[in-house]
């Protein structure tokens, strides 16, 4: 916008004509709407009297008829589908803190799903931007550093993992609290912002979902708290719904391959972005850099990388390449996640390497090697673990800094409902409310804190949430998070406790942040792993021991670096029913002596509890 108007720009170039019509010029279809073509396929025009949240919508006419179609690049939508385009300038009052996004090795992710990760109004309305809002002095408590949303590009479906997103400029129209309802939103938006002493929002500061979910970044960072967008760029729709969005966006005639922005290409229900136009790469290009400046977010994470690379080639990968050159130079503090399976370190190396640049990447290996020995363990006998393996997934081959890969033994896809089970049910499937369960999910959470990579945890995780989880709270509204039981249940408010003191001790001992790794020792009939991990700079060094076997060993000897006391920061049996008053562990520290083991100067006799993790340091 500017001045007293507003210019209209959209890419058709097959198009017999392009109006923009809306409350500007009552909607009115005739040469006066008509938006003039240039060579390149795009159509333009400058419309007088055009204000801040005008309603519009272009209407084009093609070989294959006509209709309205919304803007790709439209801000806000009105709610509900069909919907019109909303005009709108940046006019939310961002507040200035001294907030800074984390250096990629402090970044502790916490993944989320808006609809359903807090429901106040259950079953009225789902979850929105200011209802996770209202949760982050509890995510400052637990300690991670950053929340990753997943996708809230507008998607046409009433529940959805958000991974069929239509509009990708907007966010989902659900996801914000309308009318009424927001005056009591309002007053507890101004409660946080009071408790960090700053300036109150008003009404219209929050009014419409873009605003909100500017909001909450803006109170997330005031918080602490960075935020990641999962974004979807290897497809698009699964459900099309009302057809007025980019499919066909000017009505060819003739199979998906004509629908302009699509390849004839499926995936996941809708269809591959087809690479190979310049205005394609450069809508989603565009969209990033959009995310990245409109609402200050400190990163995204890409879906299906490996799709873009495959469906997409032979275009795909430059794609990535570029898109990656761009938003790595506009914001070098952002941190950028591909999902690429199987898992290529090629997508975290340069450019001039031939890499496709991204800062990190999902990562498999340590997920499944957790699930294995956790699952294993369950079964009623003492048989050998893959303990072994489990070292040996620490750290994937091709990867040069521990930051360059995200791991957790749960995320949105594996414990969806009806896939696979929770990590405490995975250690006593009949019963994760059992001791097995708890020390079993104590112990598998507890790997995915300390092992090297971006540690991410699974709503629900951090208090030994046992159910798998739905987008459709309408339909599975017993999958819902049990958030009564942080403040009931001893033993969600003890697993909650393990969690927050042991991210606690991730951020006090920069061991568990540096890039030294090293494997002491593993035994699978023993079902024992140890290995060290250091920080170059500061010098100090933790030792994690990890061990599964239902009864407690003693005087177990094994290597460590280096003679003195070491100090026993962490005993996962201290919290079995808080304070666990028969708590086996090593009195709080340790001496070491100079009989070389395993490979290393020195070593001492240790007690390892029954499904345990201990941490050690000097």
Same mark, same amino acid.
């Given at each position: 916008m500017n001045g007293n108007g507003a210019t209209f720009k959209v890419w058709a170039p097959n198009a017999h004509a392009v109006h923009v019509i809306g409350d500007?010029?009552?909607?009115?279809?005739?040469?006066?709407?008509?938006?003039?073509?240039?060579?390149?396929?795009?159509?333009?025009?400058?419309?007088?009297? %055009?204000?801040?949240?005008?309603?519009?919508?272009?209407?084009v006419r093609g070989d294959g008829g006509s209709g309205r179609k919304r803007d790709p690049f439209a801000r806000e939508l009105e709610q509900p589908f069909p919907a019109e385009c909303i005009v709108r300038t940046s006019d939310y009052p961002w507040h200035k803190s001294k907030y800074k996004t984390p250096k990629f090795q402090d970044f502790l992710i916490y993944q989320l799903h808006i609809g359903t990760f807090n429901i106040p109004n259950f079953p009225t309305t789902g979850g929105t931007f200011l209802d996770v809002a209202m949760k982050l002095p509890y995510l400052v408590d637990l300690g991670i550093t950053a929340i990753q949303l997943l996708p809230i590009q507008e998607f046409h479906t009433m529940f959805s993992k958000g991974y069929n997103g239509v509009d990708y400029f907007s966010p989902e129209m659900g996801y914000a609290v309308q009318g009424e309802q927001l005056d009591n939103y309002l007053t507890e938006i101004n409660a946080l912002l009071a408790l960090k002493g700053y300036d109150q929002v008003t009404k219209a500061d929050l009014t419409g979902?873009?605003?909100?979910?500017?909001?909450?970044?803006?109170?997330?960072?005031?918080?602490?708290?960075?935020?990641?967008?999962?974004?979807?760029?290897?497809?698009?729709?699964?459900?099309?719904?009302?057809?007025?969005?980019?499919?066909?966006?000017?009505?060819q005639r003739g199979d998906n391959g004509k629908s302009l922005y699509f390849k004839n290409i499926g995936h996941a229900g809708g269809l591959v972005f087809d690479f190979s136009k310049p205005e394609v790469r450069d809508f989603l290009?565009?969209?990033?850099?959009?995310?990245?400046?409109?609402?200050?977010?400190?990163?995204?994470?890409?879906?299906?990388?490996? %799709?873009?690379?495959s469906d997409g080639r032979p275009h795909g990968w430059q794609f990535c390449q570029d898109l990656m050159s761009t938003l790595r130079f506009h914001r070098p503090d952002s941190l950028h996640i591909a999902e690429y399976w199987q898992v290529n370190p090629w997508v975290v190396?340069?450019?001039?390497?031939?890499?496709?640049?991204?800062?990190?990447?999902?990562?498999?290996?340590?997920?499944?090697?957790?699930?294995? %020995?956790?699952?294993?363990?369950?079964?009623?006998?003492?048989?050998?673990?893959?303990?072994?393996?489990?070292?040996?997934?620490?750290w994937p081959e091709g990867f040069h800094h521990h930051w360059q890969y995200v791991q957790g033994p749960e995320n949105h896809d594996i414990v969806y409902r009806e896939?696979?089970?929770?990590?405490?049910?995975l250690g006593d499937y009949n019963n994760p409310r059992s001791w097995y369960g708890r020390s079993r999910a104590r112990v598998g959470t507890g790997i995915g804190l300390v092992a090297p990579g971006i540690p991410m945890l699974f709503m629900g995780q951090e208090f030994l949430e046992d159910k798998q989880w739905a987008d459709d709270f309408n339909n599975h509204g017993a999958l819902l998070l049990h958030w009564k039981g942080v403040d009931t249940d001893k033993q969600m408010i003890d697993h909650l406790r393990f969690v927050r003191e042991l991210i606690q001790l991730r951020w006090k001992y920069p061991a568990l942040r540096g890039n030294g790794f090293q494997i002491i020792y593993s035994h699978d009939q023993d079902r024992v792993l140890a290995f060290q991990r250091w920080d170059a700079e500061s010098g100090n060094v933790v030792v994690c021991v990890i061990h599964l076997s239902t009864y407690t060993k003693y005087n177990y000897r094994i290597?460590?670096?280096?003679?003195?006391?070491?100090?026993? %920061?962490?005993?996962?049996?201290?919290?079995?029913?808080?304070?666990?008053?028969?708590?086996?562990?090593?009195?709080?520290?340790?001496?070491?002596?100079?009989?070389?083991?395993?490979?290393?100067?020195?070593?001492?006799?240790?007690?390892?509890?029954?499904?345990s993790i201990i941490l050690f340091t000097t």
């Open positions: 500007f010029n009552d909607r009115v279809i005739d040469k006066n709407s008509l938006l003039i073509k240039d060579e390149k396929g795009y159509w333009t025009g400058y419309v007088e009297g %055009v204000q801040n949240r005008h309603k519009y919508i272009y209407y979902e873009m605003n909100q979910m500017k909001a909450l970044v803006d109170l997330a960072h005031i918080y602490g708290i960075a935020v990641i967008l999962d974004v979807v760029y290897n497809h698009a729709g699964g459900d099309w719904g009302y057809d007025e969005g980019m499919y066909f966006f000017d009505f290009i565009q969209n990033g850099k959009f995310l990245l400046d409109e609402y200050r977010v400190d990163g995204l994470r890409y879906d299906q990388v490996s %799709v873009i690379d190396k340069s450019r001039s390497e031939g890499g496709a640049g991204f800062c990190s990447t999902l990562t498999d290996g340590l997920r499944r090697a957790i699930r294995t %020995v956790i699952s294993q363990a369950s079964y009623p006998n003492e048989s050998p673990l893959s303990m072994t393996d489990l070292g040996r997934a620490m896939r696979e089970v929770r990590i405490s049910k290597g460590f670096p280096s003679k003195g006391v070491w100090k026993e %920061v962490l005993n996962s049996d201290l919290y079995e029913n808080w304070v666990n008053p028969s708590c086996h562990g090593n009195g709080g520290a340790v001496h070491t002596d100079n009989m070389p083991m395993h490979g290393y100067p020195c070593s001492t006799n240790l007690v390892l509890p029954a499904n």
